[in-house]
């Protein structure tokens, strides 16, 4: 991975609760974050008690080589922003600027942790789809905004070899968005479904209380 094709933007505790990856439900569970990339849910919930080991290809870098990339890019997402307001829903987060302020603060938390979490193992630097830990090690995986979301970069084939290792090594896996980058459903959903159709494992589609991208607004949960 070169970093200076990576756009840093990561997202808080509150709202991966209200994508519905994780609850108050889930605070006795094992928790694997696949491209939780500079989030900061990895530091919130470590601080609380919960065990979660985060892994992402952006693990490789240094803090000061992701932190000077979030600096370089933010005002580059931000421009994105305004020019496709009509894409976002401006309703929790009222402007560009307080989106801004919450991704950097997020990031803030993620920056001042991740030294730490990285010599403890919170943060590994590996990447999907193929992990380094044992068959259900984890009670529950999750992934925001990576898969679906880069539905035109990764192909079925990825999506569903990802899938498949985040069930080898979890009980629970729960993907969000289910939408691309366009706002359109995934193009690799149907694929995913019919497989875990097929392997005979559980899944719903639940509606989530976060709703930024237009449309974006459930959450895939599965039970191997
Ligand atoms: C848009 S960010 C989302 C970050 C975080 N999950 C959030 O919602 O705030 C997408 C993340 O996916 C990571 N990523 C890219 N390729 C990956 C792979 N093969 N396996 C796991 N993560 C990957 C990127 O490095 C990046 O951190």
């Not at 889930?26 to 008690?49: R, Y």
């Not at 990576?146 to 084939?157: C, H, I, P, V």
């Not at 290792?165 to 980058?181: C, G, H, K």
Request: aromatic share 12%.
């Amino acid at each position: 991975m070169q970093l200076q094709h990576v756009v840093p933007w990561g997202r808080n505790l509150k709202e991966y609760r209200e994508m519905g990856l994780f609850s108050e439900a889930d605070k006795e569970k094992k928790i694997l974050g696949c491209g939780d990339g500079p989030a900061s849910v990895n530091s919130e919930l470590t601080q609380t008690g919960v065990v979660i080991i985060s892994i992402d290809p952006i693990y490789e870098f240094t803090k000061e080589q992701i932190q000077k990339r979030v600096q370089e890019t933010s005002h580059v997402v931000a421009k994105q922003l305004k020019d496709n307001k009509d894409n976002f829903v401006w309703k929790n987060i009222k402007d560009v600027e307080s989106l801004i302020k919450l991704r950097l603060d997020a990031m803030d938390g993620f920056l001042i942790d991740y030294e730490d979490g990285k010599r403890s193992g919170r943060y590994q630097h590996q990447e999907l789809p193929r992990l380094s830990f044992k068959d259900k090690e984890f009670d529950l995986a999750w992934s925001s905004h990576f898969l679906f979301l880069y539905s035109e970069y990764f192909d079925a084939e990825f999506h569903l070899n990802a899938i498949k290792e985040m069930l080898r090594v979890a009980n629970e896996v729960r993907i969000f968005p289910l939408l691309d980058l366009n706002n359109a459903r995934s193009i690799h959903l149907d694929a995913v479904l019919e497989y875990v159709d097929k392997k005979g494992y559980t899944y719903e589609i639940v509606k989530s209380d976060y709703e930024f991208q237009r449309g974006a607004n459930e959450v895939l949960k599965i039970w191997s």
